[in-house]
């Protein structure tokens, strides 16, 4: 049964997998890193604003990447009109 190694980064913070997972194929690997994923952009977002997770194989080459992210923006007219019903 082939392994695959679930490397997980935040940010700049990388946490590489040094044991890794034996599943029966690369569907398999798919997807339990993306329930991972799910359960760590759970925990991690919005503190984090990007979570993502690298597969490797058992040659350590790496054969998925998958992310979650959130982005935020602040809309300026939005924000102005709100501040002026607020003065108003």
Same mark, same amino acid.
Not at 34 to 55: F, H, M, N, S
């Given at each position: 049964?082939?392994?695959?190694?679930?490397?997980?980064?935040?940010?700049?913070?990388?946490?590489?997998?040094?044991?890794?997972?034996? /599943?029966?194929? +690369?569907?398999?690997?798919?997807?339990?890193?993306?329930?991972? +994923?799910?359960? +760590?952009?759970?925990?991690?977002?919005?503190?984090?604003? !990007?979570?993502?997770?690298?597969?490797?194989?058992?040659?350590?080459?790496?054969?998925?990447? +998958?992310?979650?992210?959130?982005?935020? !923006?602040?809309?300026?007219? /939005? /924000?102005?009109?709100?501040?002026?019903?607020?003065?108003?």
């Amino acid at each position: 049964m082939p392994r695959f190694y679930f490397d997980v980064s935040e940010g700049l913070k990388r946490i590489p997998d040094e044991e890794g997972f034996e /599943l029966d194929s +690369l569907e398999a690997a798919e997807h339990e890193a993306t329930q991972t +994923l799910i359960q +760590l952009g759970r925990d991690w977002l919005p503190r984090a604003r !990007e979570v993502r997770i690298q597969v490797r194989d058992e040659q350590h080459r790496q054969v998925l990447a +998958l992310s979650v992210a959130i982005r935020v !923006e602040r809309l300026p007219h /939005l /924000l102005e009109a709100t501040w002026i019903q607020e003065k108003c």
